[in-house]
T-cell receptor, first 113, second 112 residues
């Protein structure tokens, strides 16, 4: 039973445009959310996170939005660059609960030059 | 870079043989994790450790065991490998539970 879902397996975007990656979760106890980026033959690397007390967190070209009522978060990348082409995983945890991050299935982003 | 080394990077083995994967870290992180990555499933937790000799099961622990005799090393053992255990295995570390994880580069395991 997938508690964190990324319903779009892939996304293609032109260089310079906005990339929007989406993630939904089912567990209302989740209060901490993260995005990871993964290149082929490498481990995932942390990109950005957001706590449930916020609805937006920004770091350079990357912004994560959290809509708690809809149990939905999104990652915006503006402007998109070819080096952003990778698989993006969202993850969630309940900080006061189990000692685990739950990951989505990933979205492969391709930025077209 | 959290100083994580996974070995081997690639392994091909036969069904029924035992396999041990090693994760070594240099930063003295207390928490260590083993995940597997499969198409359509994302990353799923196998086992984790919250200290030397302290381990617990994750969501897909059947067929796997772990050991942590030193802070820096976390071993994952497949007692009798099956084809369903063909996967990419990632080790991860953190200093605090449920905080951001730092991942190793992964081990590609093929069970024939």
């Amino acid at each position: 039973d997938q508690q964190v879902k990324q319903n779009s397996p892939s996304l293609s975007v032109q260089e310079g445009r906005i990339s929007i990656l989406n993630c939904d979760y089912t567990n209302s106890m989740f209060d901490y959310f993260l995005w990871y980026k993964k290149y082929p033959a490498e481990g995932p690397t942390f990109l950005i996170s957001i706590s449930s007390i916020k609805d937006k967190n920004e770091d350079g070209r990357f912004t994560v939005f959290l809509n708690k009522s809809a149990k939905h978060l999104s990652l915006h990348i503006v402007p998109s660059q070819p080096g952003d082409s990778a698989v993006y995983f969202c993850a969630a945890s309940a900080r006061t609960g189990a000692n685990n991050l739950f990951f989505g299935t990933g979205t492969r982003l391709t930025v077209i030059p | 870079d959290a100083g994580i080394t996974q070995s081997p990077r690639h392994k091909v083995t036969e069904t029924g043989t035992p396999v041990t994967l090693r994760c070594h870290q240099t930063e003295n992180h207390r928490y260590m994790y083993w995940y597997r990555q499969d198409p359509g499933h994302g990353l799923r937790l196998i086992h984790y450790s919250y200290g030397v000799k302290d381990t617990d099961k994750g969501e897909v622990s059947d067929g796997y065991s772990v050991s942590r005799s030193k802070t820096e090393d976390f071993l994952l053992t497949l007692e009798s490998a099956t084809s369903s255990q063909t996967s990419v295995y990632f080790c991860a570390v953190t200093g605090a539970p449920n905080e951001k994880l730092f991942f190793g580069s992964g081990t590609q395991l093929s069970v024939l």
